[in-house]
């Protein structure tokens, strides 16, 4: 296995991450195959409840995240990769940490997370072709400082 591919596919998996969190669509897109597709699952679910393919419905993502939460951080472990060739599969643990619109009383979500992923090479360079979101369990949090002018 060659070791800058498996920096390459770990970087991939952190710039996801970073588009997630600034609410850029043009960095969604950067990341994913122009055909990519996005799944999102509950818990032990078989079916999923979300299902997004190529480049338009993608841009959707963080344009949902913008609209439900006033800031979200998601912080990826666990990237483990099996490249073969020019495609590799891999899954990548997170915990995404969601703060919540209410300027009375902002609540922090933090969701567990295992992205199931199947990654291509395309023009040079690695993408997600196929990403699984298997949400494992979700916690709320009461916050001391949320940023809005409201401290412990």
């Given amino acids: 296995m060659n070791t800058a591919d498996i920096v390459e596919l770990n970087q991939l998996a952190f710039r996801y991450a ?37 480049s338009d419905q ?12 006033r800031a979200t951080m998601h912080m990826m472990t666990n990237h483990l990769v099996e490249v073969d060739g020019d495609t590799a599969s891999g899954e990548v643990l997170c915990v995404a940490r969601h703060l919540t619109r209410d300027d009375v009383d902002p609540v922090s979500i933090n969701v ?3 992205y199931v992923d199947r990654y291509v090479r395309h023009e040079g360079r690695w993408l997600i072709l196929d990403r699984q979101i298997r949400f494992l369990w ?5 916050t001391a400082d949320s940023g809005m002018g409201r401290g412990a």
């Fill in 112 to 114: 567990h997370i295992r």
């Fill in 18 to 54: 970073a588009a997630v969190d600034a609410c850029d669509v043009a960095g969604i897109q950067r990341v994913f195959h122009p055909e990519g597709r996005l799944r999102s699952y509950q818990p032990d679910a078989e079916e999923p409840f979300a299902d997004l393919r190529g």
């Fill in 138 to 142: 979700s916690e709320r949090h009461a």
């Fill in 58 to 69: 993608l841009a959707a993502v963080p344009n949902a995240m913008r609209g439900m939460y």
